[in-house]
């Protein structure tokens, strides 16, 4: 019975993360099938899984404020969630749409590991951003699901036979690279303060 005691420690609210990071892992699943099959409709569908699971995202946090249910469990899936459906599958469905040169996977690993760090830094720093009501106000860089938008832009470059073949220092890479090296850096910095809907 001890190996189902985290399983009881779970929220209904916990549920609606775990569905996030669920569609973050199929969405990783369906631009390597795409990749593997070449085949758009795969690479479509494993992007619009980002959107979802952005809804779900939105669900948790609004489910476990109702219920009065917040936790420190519920904090750290919601983090390692985000990370796998904001962070590693819109880096993999780039990769799949053709961001592949050694510099636009160094870029990808950037973008990722700067989503890492931010939330890593958000959980470390979120009692000291609270107001007087225990309310987080704003936060420090974008939040990590603002990655829809350079994957956005990205696809609609892709669609477009857009991406951008170039070269420095004689290496290839896609200037479309560059969306995901701005949206990693955004989500990294300090001074940018972002209020919290």
Known sequence: ??????IRSFHVADLFTMANGGCGVLAVFLAMRALAADEAAWLWTAAALV???IVFDVLDGRIARWRHRQSPLGRELDSLADVISFGVAPAAIAYAAGLRSALDQAV???FVLCGLSRLARYNVTAESLQGADGEVRYYEGTPIPTSVLPLALLLAAWATDRLGASSVFGL???LATLLFAVSGTLMISKTLKVPKP
């Open 172 to 174: 290839p890479f896609h």
């Open 51 to 53: 959107p979802l699971a």
């Open 1 to 6: 019975m001890k190996h189902f005691s985290m």
């Open 108 to 110: 990808l690993i950037y």
